[in-house]
């Protein structure tokens, strides 16, 4: 069994700050790229973030400059550093991961997702 299990959310009024974190736990083999989706109210969900094992990195447009991802490989962990939030950033946000329970066998899984609400 794996789990993704996502912490950090909250309230926050605009211009503020949230830092969200992301811990990979259980029959994991290897985990490849990491990253963080989001889901508003009545969009589609985005995705907003991904870092790769060697650190290549990639952002929604709209976030760059205001959001940063990083992990931490050794505790299979992924952060989500979010400043300059503005109330168009409020969303459940779910982590992914790129991950292989065995040398052949992998997919992405995700966490149960975590509430970002910003206030204006």
């Known amino acids: 069994q794996v789990q993704l299990v996502e912490s950090g959310g909250g309230l926050v009024q605009a211009g503020g700050s949230l830092r969200l974190s992301c811990a990979a736990s259980g029959s994991i083999f290897a985990i490849n790229a990491m990253g963080w989706d989001r889901q508003a109210p009545g969009k589609q969900r985005e995705l907003v973030a991904t870092i790769t094992t060697g650190g290549s990195i990639n952002y929604l447009t709209s976030v760059k400059g205001r959001f940063t991802i990083s992990r931490d490989n050794a505790k299979n962990t992924v952060y989500l550093q979010m400043n300059s939030l503005n109330p168009e950033d409020t969303a459940v946000y779910y982590c992914?991961?790129?991950?292989?329970?065995?040398?052949?066998?992998?997919?992405?899984?995700w966490g149960q997702g975590t509430q970002v609400t910003v206030s204006s």
């Open positions: 992914n991961a790129d991950l292989q329970i065995s040398r052949n066998l992998g997919q992405r899984y």
